[in-house]
Structure formats: C-alpha cells, structure tokens
C-alpha cells in the first residue's frame, strides 16, 4: 500500500508527495512535528499537516528571504531570527562575515532538536558560536528590544497557532522599535494567488506599510508550496531594496547560492499585475 503526505491548499485543491518513510512523528506543547523521506522532495518537515520545507526546494525560501535583507544592508552585524527553528536563515545568515552575532528565537524547542537530528541540511549552522537561540515566544521576546538589530528576519509560520501574532501591527510596530536608525525586516508574506492566503498577505502588508517608511515586496517560485507563488516582504527605515542595492558589492563576496542571484534580487520586486492590484487596495 502506498503511503501519501497530502495538504489541502483550499477546499478543492491539494498537494500529495509519494512518502517512503515516515523518520519521525510527535508533538510538543505548540504543535505536531513530522518528518518524512520521500523520492522526489527528498526529507521534509510538517508542522500540523502543513508543509513547512523540503530538502529539494528549502534552498529557495531560505536563500531569498535572508539574502534580500542581508546584501542591501551595508553592514548587517547584529540579525534577529525570529521562527526559523529548521535553521535554514541561520545557514544563510552565517556566510556573511559582515555577520557578528545571531538571536535565533524559536517557541518549540522540539523543532529545534527535530530538525538537528534529521534535517542537517539546513540546520547544519545552529551550533555556530554567533548563534544564540532563545526558546521563548518571538512577540514577548522583542517587545524588551530597542535599537538593537541592523536587521530582522521574521521566519514564521502562517497566521494561524504559535505563528498568529507574528502578523499583527502590535509586532510589527515592535520590530520598528528594535531595529536600529538604519534597519531592515523581511517577511514571509504569504501566496497571492488564492483567496484566503491572499486575504492573510493583504491584512500582514496593510498593517507592515502603516508601520514601516519602506515597505516593498518581492517574489519567488517554490513548488511545495500554495500555488508555488510565493511571496516576501521588506520593510526599512531607510535603505529601498532596488536603489540601495550594490550587485557588484554582493558578488564580490563570493557567496555561493543556488536560487539568489543580483538579477534576481532586482527582478524579484517586479510583480505581476494582479499582486500590484492587491497590495494596493490595502495601501
């Protein structure tokens, strides 16, 4: 018999992964972990049914939701990862020498030793002497924070569960306060193209464009999740994600990736038409 991982993507749309093995199944105080090995998508991780990543397109989210931040910053010494527990924004974050210091915060300590054991893929860089992982909610812990961080990175879930209040103006007021004069956050900003997670991307970008002087978002196409349209936000103080960004100054690095590029990043922020009408409804 033939064993499935399926996730409804709405009512009458689904995404179905032929599973070879189920590695690990259990549940934390927050929420049910699983991870599963498959043939095409190689392992993933589930939190309550929900695709959270895979071993074969992970590399895009991650890339493209920490580099965007990370290469217009001109010195992104101090980052706040809030979420993120898989470990994926901290492997990227840790290329950058530029980069001094991580504060990993993560609610389930689960997810951590979970992803350690079975996803070394992407959490191969938690025990890096910059990183310092805070087990506690991500809303309590930068409320405490003023001036603090060059950039903020918001990992989370979709706004529902442990992640809900991670979309609220309340927090992103809180990260305004914390980040420095020249600061930058990013966002998952959810998919555009269904209804109801298109509502959750309008309702997150109204309340980030009422907080941040700013606020621009970009795309990227990840085939496991909603729609593989995938959307991110980037929300500044000061420096605009297209104007303010050196590619030249990028390569120079020698940073090796397999989805970010700087054509990318500058393509990244031309939208299609319809996304442009949504965010503007709420703009």
């Given at each position: ?8 993507h709405?009512?009458?749309v ?9 590695l690990?199944?259990?549940k ?16 993933f991780?589930s ?7 895979t071993?074969?397109?992970?590399f ?13 910053h001109?010195n992104?010494?101090?980052v ?16 950058y ?10 609610i389930?300590?689960?997810?951590v ?7 070394p893929?992407?959490?191969c860089?938690?025990d890096d002497?910059r ?20 950039v903020?990175?918001v990992?989370?879930t979709d706004?529902?569960?442990?992640g ?5 103006k309340?927090f ?5 306060k914390?980040?420095?004069e ?12 269904y ?9 997150a ?10 606020s ?11 729609s ?5 936000g ?25 989805y ?11 939208l299609p038409?319809?996304v442009?009408s949504?965010l503007?409804?709420v703009?």
């Amino acid at each position: 018999m033939d064993l499935w991982f399926s996730e409804f993507h709405t009512p009458d749309v689904k995404l179905s992964i032929k599973v070879e093995e189920q590695l690990y199944s259990g549940k934390s105080e927050f929420q049910r972990i699983d991870v599963f090995s498959s043939k095409e998508f190689g392992r993933f991780l589930s939190i309550d049914g929900y695709m959270m990543l895979t071993e074969k397109d992970e590399f895009i989210y991650h890339e493209m939701i920490t580099h965007a931040a990370a290469a217009v910053h001109p010195n992104p010494a101090r980052v706040l990862v809030i979420g993120g527990g898989d470990g994926g924004v901290v492997r990227e974050l840790c290329r950058y020498n530029a980069v001094k210091h991580i504060d990993l915060v993560e609610i389930d300590e689960l997810v951590v030793d979970v992803c350690k054991k079975y996803l070394p893929f992407t959490a191969c860089s938690l025990d890096d002497p910059r990183v310092h992982i805070f087990y506690e909610d991500g809303v309590k812990f930068i409320r405490r924070y003023e001036n603090k961080y060059d950039v903020i990175i918001v990992d989370s879930t979709d706004p529902f569960g442990p992640g809900e209040g991670l979309f609220t103006k309340e927090f992103y007021g809180s990260c305004f306060k914390a980040l420095k004069e020249d600061g930058i956050m990013v966002n998952q900003h959810e998919s555009p193209f269904y209804e109801q997670d298109a509502t959750a991307m309008q309702r997150a970008h109204k309340r980030i464009v009422e907080s941040f002087p700013i606020s621009r978002v970009y795309q990227a196409h990840i085939p496991t999740y909603p729609s593989g349209h995938w959307l991110f936000g980037f929300a500044s103080k000061k420096y605009h994600p297209v104007i303010d960004y050196d590619g030249a100054k990028w390569k120079a690095l020698g940073i090796k990736t397999r989805y970010y590029n700087s054509h990318i990043h500058v393509g990244a922020f031309a939208l299609p038409n319809y996304v442009e009408s949504l965010l503007e409804e709420v703009e």
